[in-house]
């Protein structure tokens, strides 16, 4: 797969992730399998994509899941000024998704998981919450201890 392409999946995969961990914030499944199953099955009706093509997204799911609450609790520390509650839910959305990746995928520059949540920001949230998720993934960058631009 070319580089171009592989950057397209992931996108794809990053949109998908980003619109399950919305809805999943909104409304918590009791079993997340299922639900995950009606997700992807609705997902592949509406674009035409197998399941397997938003393997990446998959497991940003399960990892930002999995790592919840340490992720929040990274936010509640970088968002100064700001109540954790009051947070859009999409900009939350897309801040876990950019934490998640920048703290436990080391095959991810982070710098590369900034940009793609500002891009995501820019598709699906407000003007303003591009600034608010810079900021916040910005300080975050300072304290993952490796090289932004690199992978590890």
Excluded: C
Excluded at 34 to 54: S, V
């Amino acid at each position: 797969m070319s580089n171009k392409a592989l950057f397209a999946q992931r996108r794809d995969g990053r949109v998908a992730a980003l619109q399950y961990l919305y809805s999943w914030s909104l409304n918590r499944p009791e079993r997340l399998a299922d639900d995950l199953n009606l997700f992807f099955e609705n997902l592949q009706i509406a674009d035409g994509k197998p399941r397997e093509h938003y393997a990446f997204g998959e497991e940003l799911i399960h990892g930002v899941i999995e790592h919840g609450d340490d992720i929040d609790g990274r936010i509640r520390g970088l968002a100064q000024n700001w109540d954790f509650d009051r947070i859009a839910r999409i900009d939350l959305a897309i801040l876990r998704l950019a934490i998640f990746e920048m703290v436990y995928r080391k095959d991810i520059p982070p710098v590369v998981s900034i940009n793609e949540a500002i891009d995501l920001s820019k598709q699906f949230s407000n003007a303003d919450a591009k600034r608010f998720i810079n900021g916040i993934l910005d300080k975050l960058k300072d304290q993952v201890g490796r090289d932004a631009r690199k992978v590890t």
